[in-house]
């Protein structure tokens, strides 16, 4: 059986990461869908895998060792991704405030609302934000998205791939 290749795995991290951010302010800012902080962190941690996967991509055939590194990075904050998402539906959600969570002090501490608001200013309540799209809540639909990206990326990062795939 051929074994994909890792750069064609982390392009669709990256390709999923930039449509799943880009539909995220989409339906923000058009369709009114406001983000709670554990949205906001969400979007971050999104951001940081997607910007991984792109790196890995860059990397593969030049640097396999640090495109699979970046593979393994992007993989552990899909993973993080997961759980911020779970926690955002099966805790916060049921929360009528997610001020001064760990998601709001990591988002606020890294002074995201101020660098680029229209993307990380959290403007609803965590009870508020988890509304569904396509009948799914938003949460569940974040962490479908993590989980594809883990999956590509633990395909990605497997023994064997990148010494195979490297340019002589």
Do not use: K, N
């Not at 906001?40 to 951001?47: I, S, T």
């Not at 009528?96 to 609302?113: E, F, K, M, Q, Y």
Request: glycine share 10%; charged share 10%.
């Amino acid at each position: 059986m051929r074994m994909l290749a890792p750069r064609p795995l982390l392009a669709v991290v990256g390709m999923v990461g930039v449509g799943a951010l880009l539909l995220a302010a989409f339906l923000q800012h058009a369709r009114g869908f406001e983000p709670c902080p554990w949205c906001v962190l969400q979007r971050l941690v999104l951001l940081v895998v997607t910007a991984f996967a792109w790196l890995g991509v860059a990397l593969a055939g030049r640097a396999p060792a640090l495109g699979r590194g970046a593979g393994v990075l992007a993989l552990v904050f899909s993973l993080w991704g997961i759980a911020a998402a779970l926690y955002q539906h099966f805790v916060a959600a049921r929360s009528p405030s997610c001020a001064l969570t760990l998601a709001d002090r990591i988002v606020v501490g890294l002074g995201l609302p101020d660098l680029w608001p229209a993307m990380f200013e959290a403007t609803a309540r965590c009870d508020e934000a988890d509304l569904p799209w396509l009948g799914v809540p938003f949460s569940l639909w974040g962490a479908l998205t993590f989980l594809i990206a883990a999956g590509a990326c633990a395909l990605a990062i497997r023994p064997g791939t990148w010494q195979s795939h490297a340019r002589p």
